[in-house]
């Protein structure tokens, strides 16, 4: 609820808009002086304060500096009965939001009240969102603390702040597109446009009318005229995705937008000026396509003035704890879900896949985790069948005696230990049945799983201590 005061020595004035406003909706106060006005300003925050002007103890423009000294963002709003060019223009330039003549008719005062308090709301949600900007431009999406990732990091932190051309490359799924946005969110453009775009999903004609734009008329189906999307990343940042995948037509229009920074849209004679910040993506080698002609040579050096390598996520093992949290709190929220926790057995299962799709497979894997599992963990069963089985779980198994030797009582204990986790996982931490299913002992099962601490974060089961 708004908080408005009132400041008047009239007091049929001060209860005229007190009970105009509180029928409102208002919290409404009163004061009957300058002086009484600045004492409750002082002492409370108001969203907005309804001055006169002359009063017997001081001016309201005396109100109007206070209130825009403790309380920055009050609006201000100033009546008198004795207008003057010079008083008006006093007040506005300290900051009022406007200057009313009594008398006034009511109805015109509530909309002038309604607009200022609309304006203000705007205002903050614009320093919020501003504010957000900022603190989501720490690259909070890049999940990872890894070195691979720490460098990648420091680099975009480097990049962000300048106007340079980047050329993001990695494999499918690691992540291009998250990188871009970082490097937008602390970019001087961020309150602008970030616009994404895949170039190897639309064909020559498409892609022409969605990057530039088209008059009306100039193709079967252009009705109307429509703005590119250079245009519409006008003072932001355009990422064009897979360049690679360009045509050499296409990369001969898109050179031209970067040496001139101009468009035409198709069918159109008229050169318009966009300044956008230009960001690309590839999954391909483009040094190989520019030595096999497959890729313009001049067009590679635009768009690799500063060059960003996202590493696959097999190269980085240690981060995959971090990013399969991030994501079961992310589908957690989504789903409505309360899973505590992803079980030991199942985060190794996590770490020791190839993970070919690199992040974005992950993150398929924890969503479906999140939507079939029932229990409070997650467990490998709910993975897909590539990552359940474990593709790549021989790794630290040897299947050959190498002429180096092995150590066979470490690998068997690795081996015991795997399997006791993965028993217990899928029996929900109940120990007689994981031992049943490993053919082992009660006791003996009791045993090892003590040792390697298998239990540990675990809760009490059906047959845990006996």
Same mark, same amino acid.
């Given at each position: 609820?708004?908080?408005?005061?009132?400041?008047?020595?009239?007091?049929?004035?001060?209860?005229?808009?007190?009970?105009?406003?509180?029928?409102?909706?208002?919290?409404?106060?009163?004061?009957?002086?300058?002086?009484?006005?600045?004492?409750?300003?002082?002492?409370?925050?108001?969203?907005?304060?309804?001055?006169?002007?002359?009063?017997?103890?001081?001016s309201?423009?005396?109100?109007?500096?206070?209130?825009?000294?403790?309380?920055?963002?009050?609006?201000?709003?100033?009546?008198?009965?004795?207008?003057?060019?010079?008083?008006?223009?006093?007040a506005?330039?300290?900051?009022?939001?406007?200057?009313?003549?009594?008398?006034?008719?009511?109805?015109e005062?509530?909309?002038?009240?309604?607009?200022?308090l609309?304006?203000?709301q705007?205002?903050?949600?614009?320093?919020?969102?501003?504010?957000?900007?900022?603190?989501?431009?720490? !690259?909070? @999406?890049?999940? =990872?603390?890894? *070195? &691979?990732?720490? $460098?990648? /990091?420091? +680099?975009?932190?480097?990049?962000?702040?300048?106007?340079?051309?980047?050329?993001?490359?990695g494999?499918?799924?690691?992540?291009?597109e998250?990188?871009?946005?970082?490097?937008?969110?602390?970019?001087?453009?961020?309150?602008?446009?970030?616009?994404?775009?895949?170039?190897?999903?639309?064909?020559?004609?498409?892609?022409?009318?969605?990057?530039?734009?088209?008059?009306?008329?100039?193709?079967?189906?252009?009705?109307?005229?429509?703005?590119?999307?250079?245009?519409?990343?006008?003072?932001g940042?355009? !990422?064009? @995705?897979?360049? =690679?995948?360009? *045509? &050499?037509?296409? $990369?001969? /229009?898109? +050179?031209?937008?970067?040496?001139?920074?101009?468009?035409?849209?198709?069918?159109?004679?008229?050169?318009?000026?966009?300044?956008?910040?230009?960001?690309?993506?590839?999954?391909?080698?483009?040094?190989?396509?520019?030595?096999?002609?497959?890729?313009?040579?001049?067009?590679?050096?635009?768009i690799?003035?500063?060059?960003?390598?996202?590493?696959?996520?097999?190269e980085?093992?240690?981060?995959?704890?971090?990013?399969?949290?991030?994501?079961?709190?992310?589908?957690?929220?989504?789903?409505?879900?309360?899973?505590?926790?992803?079980?030991?057995?199942?985060?190794?299962?996590?770490?020791?896949?190839?993970w070919?799709?690199?992040?974005?497979?992950?993150?398929?894997?924890?969503?479906?985790?999140?939507?079939?599992?029932?229990?409070?963990?997650?467990?490998p069963?709910?993975?897909n069948?590539?990552?359940?089985?474990?593709?790549?779980?021989?790794?630290?198994?040897?299947?050959?005696?190498?002429?180096?030797?092995?150590?066979?009582?470490?690998?068997?204990?690795?081996?015991?230990?795997?399997l006791?986790?993965?028993?217990?996982?899928?029996?929900?931490?109940?120990?007689?049945?994981?031992?049943e299913?490993?053919?082992?002992?009660?006791?003996?099962?009791?045993?090892?799983?003590?040792?390697?601490?298998?239990?540990?974060?675990?809760?009490?089961?059906?047959?845990?201590?006996?």
């Amino acid at each position: 609820m708004d908080r408005i005061l009132i400041v008047d020595d009239e007091k049929g004035m001060r209860d005229l808009l007190s009970i105009m406003l509180k029928n409102e909706g208002y919290k409404v106060d009163a004061a009957e002086s300058a002086t009484r006005a600045r004492d409750l300003i002082s002492r409370g925050t108001y969203d907005l304060v309804i001055s006169d002007i002359a009063m017997p103890d001081g001016s309201g423009v005396d109100v109007l500096r206070t209130a825009r000294e403790i309380q920055p963002d009050c609006i201000v709003i100033l009546i008198t009965a004795y207008a003057s060019t010079e008083s008006a223009i006093e007040a506005l330039k300290l900051g009022a939001y406007d200057y009313i003549i009594k008398p006034f008719d009511v109805e015109e005062l509530r909309i002038v009240l309604k607009n200022a308090l609309e304006k203000r709301q705007l205002e903050r949600e614009n320093t919020l969102l501003k504010r957000e900007l900022k603190e989501t431009s720490r !690259f909070d @999406d890049l999940v =990872g603390e890894s *070195s &691979a990732m720490e $460098q990648v /990091k420091a +680099l975009l932190d480097r990049v962000a702040p300048t106007n340079s051309t980047v050329l993001i490359w990695g494999e499918s799924g690691t992540g291009k597109e998250l990188a871009a946005r970082a490097i937008h969110g602390r970019s001087p453009r961020r309150a602008k446009q970030f616009v994404s775009i895949n170039c190897g999903a639309l064909p020559d004609e498409l892609l022409e009318s969605e990057l530039f734009g088209h008059v009306k008329g100039s193709f079967t189906g252009a009705v109307a005229t429509k703005k590119g999307l250079f245009e519409v990343a006008d003072g932001g940042t355009i !990422f064009l @995705d897979e360049i =690679g995948d360009t *045509s &050499a037509a296409m $990369q001969i /229009k898109l +050179l031209r937008v970067l040496q001139e920074r101009q468009i035409r849209r198709v069918g159109g004679t008229e050169q318009l000026e966009v300044d956008v910040r230009i960001i690309t993506a590839t999954n391909q080698d483009l040094e190989t396509m520019v030595r096999e002609k497959r890729f313009r040579e001049d067009l590679y050096y635009r768009i690799n003035v500063i060059a960003v390598q996202m590493p696959p996520l097999r190269e980085k093992r240690e981060d995959i704890p971090f990013l399969a949290n991030h994501f079961l709190a992310k589908y957690n929220k989504i789903m409505g879900k309360k899973i505590r926790e992803i079980s030991p057995e199942a985060m190794r299962h996590l770490t020791e896949y190839g993970w070919p799709g690199n992040v974005r497979e992950l993150e398929n894997v924890i969503e479906r985790a999140v939507a079939l599992e029932g229990t409070e963990r997650i467990l490998p069963a709910s993975f897909n069948r590539e990552v359940a089985s474990r593709a790549d779980s021989g790794q630290g198994l040897p299947v050959v005696l190498t002429d180096g030797g092995i150590d066979l009582e470490t690998q068997l204990e690795q081996l015991r230990e795997r399997l006791m986790s993965e028993a217990l996982a899928r029996t929900h931490g109940v120990q007689t049945r994981a031992a049943e299913l490993l053919g082992m002992s009660f006791r003996s099962f009791r045993y090892f799983a003590k040792k390697y601490n298998l239990m540990e974060g675990r809760e009490p089961k059906e047959g845990f201590g006996q």
